[in-house]
């Protein structure tokens, strides 16, 4: 069983649309974070998400990226004009009780056209 | 940034044989290191961390082995199964209230029959 669900599996979308990628935890958590990984890539962190406010983000999350946490409960990601370079799997995340590992979603396969 | 290194891009092991995943790291103030399995498709799998002021750290037929002088650590499986080919990625994190991963590269192991 997934610790936390992401949707859509698979979004394709045209150069400079927006794109919202959705994480919905099991169960109740604080700790949300974002990472991507680029096809042949590493997994590489994007932001990190407490108590609905940033805690910390990479170079890679700039002015084109935004989270939030709409209802309380689910956990987004928009993209608002993406890029080609944007094609990549993106992981939702949440904190482990030993405040150090982190549990993946299955991911959502964004790609680009 | 190469703060984690998985020199070994795949690697190829005969069932019931032992495995041995090595991975180096830069960063001496790590606080956990974590072992990640990755079946395509999927999320990332937590499969074992070690604390850095641990050597060893056991579950079941995975181990994993911290040297801190050398900054290398491995994980070890035995004895390898069929279900244990995937890719495994080895990781790193600063301990904070929100700590980011930092992956490797990962490795793609191989049980052959």
């Known amino acids: 069983e997934p610790e936390v669900t992401q949707t859509p599996s698979h979004q394709v979308t045209q150069m400079g649309q927006e794109v919202i990628l959705r994480c919905v935890p099991i169960?109740?958590?604080?700790?949300f974070y974002w990472y991507r990984q680029i096809l042949g890539q590493k997994v590489e962190f994007l932001v990190s998400f407490y108590n609905n406010e940033i805690s910390e983000k990479s170079e890679i999350f700039d002015d084109q990226f935004s989270v939030e946490r709409p209802d309380g409960s689910n956990f987004t990601l928009k993209i608002r004009s993406t890029k080609l370079e944007d094609s990549a799997m993106y992981f939702c995340?949440?904190?482990?009780?030993?405040?150090?590992?982190?549990?993946f979603g299955p991911g959502t396969r964004l790609t680009v056209t | 940034d190469q703060q984690v290194k998985q020199n070994s891009p795949s690697l190829s092991v005969q069932e019931g044989r032992i495995s041995i995943l090595n991975c180096d790291y830069t960063n001496s103030m790590f606080d956990y290191f974590l072992w990640y399995k990755k079946y395509p498709a999927e999320g990332p799998t937590f499969l074992i961390s070690i604390s850095s002021i641990k050597d060893k750290n056991e579950d079941g037929r995975f181990t994993v082995f911290l040297n801190k002088s050398a900054k290398h650590l491995s994980l070890h499986i035995v004895p390898s199964q069929p279900g244990d080919s995937a890719v495994y990625f080895c990781?790193?994190?600063?301990?904070?209230?929100?700590?980011?991963?930092?992956f490797g590269s990962g490795t793609r192991l191989s049980i052959r029959p």
């Open positions: 995340a949440r904190a482990g009780t030993g405040g150090y590992e982190q549990y």
């Open positions: 990781a790193a994190l600063l301990y904070s209230s929100a700590s980011k991963i930092i």
């Open positions: 169960s109740n958590h604080l700790y």
